[in-house]
């Protein structure tokens, strides 16, 4: 079978679907062009481990990949979600090679991908590309920070909710595909909790949850039953994509 995960890309800027790239002037789109590569991003992918060399950088479409904390006696908890909004592995624009943090795919789908190298020599040039990825980090360190209190104060189902509305803005249609261990894992929780975080949903109407898998039923419910982190770190997002 052909392998067509490291060719670069042979398609045009306005059917890619990632906003950093997208909004890229012509000109630096076209300087790009040739260091990215397609790239497969199938579930479970990691893009980066904990404490190793980040040797390439993502610009997912519409898989989405979770950033992970850790701790020693591996307990795992999600401290931050990248979609077709950002760009996988911002820590190398930073100064350093490696994060305490890991990062795989938890919703697959394709992407892009480029060396570290060629991201640091375009990031370096400034113009466009360095100012999209600067209001990127702002919205990623926002939404971290969101997070960190929400997982502290909220209540369990409002947390499930903000994170099914970040995984909808991020994904293609109202279906996704998410386990109850994936859902655990993410939430820093049990199974029988999130079981009855999903009914809580599920019994308002909200969402229809069966079978790994979660449909969207009534989006605008779900974010008046959410707690105020989405709605604060939504608009960070926003300006983005302006």
């Not at 109202?174 to 820093?188: C, H, K, R």
Request: some cysteine; overall charge negative; hydrophobic content about 35%.
């Amino acid at each position: 079978m052909h392998d067509t995960s490291q060719e670069p890309i042979k398609t045009s800027q306005d059917s890619i679907n990632n906003t950093i790239l997208k909004n890229l002037p012509t000109a630096d789109f076209k300087r790009l062009f040739s260091k990215l590569q397609k790239i497969d991003l199938p579930v479970f992918k990691y893009c980066y481990h904990s404490e190793q060399p980040i040797t390439h950088v993502y610009f997912p479409e519409y898989a989405v990949a979770s950033v992970v904390s850790s701790t020693s006696d591996g307990h795992n908890i999600e401290i931050g979600i990248i979609g077709n909004e950002g760009m996988v592995g911002v820590d190398v624009l930073l100064g350093v090679d490696s994060s305490p943090n890991a990062c795989f795919i938890q919703i697959p789908n394709g992407g892009y991908r480029m060396t570290t190298q060629a991201i640091r020599e375009e990031f370096e040039q400034g113009g466009e590309l360095q100012k999209s990825l600067l209001r990127y980090t702002h919205a990623l360190m926002t939404q971290i920070s969101q997070t960190a209190l929400c997982n502290r104060l909220h209540l369990i189902e409002q947390r499930l909710a903000r994170w099914l509305l970040m995984c909808h803005d991020r994904t293609k249609g109202d279906v996704i595909d998410l386990t109850q261990e994936f859902l655990s894992l993410m939430l820093g929780v049990n199974r029988p909790t999130v079981t009855v975080a999903a009914s809580i949903l599920q019994g308002a109407g909200f969402i229809k949850y069966s079978r790994g898998k979660i449909i969207m039923l009534d989006r605008e419910e779900l974010e008046d039953f959410t707690c105020e982190c989405y709605k604060i770190v939504k608009p960070e997002y926003d300006r983005i994509a302006q």
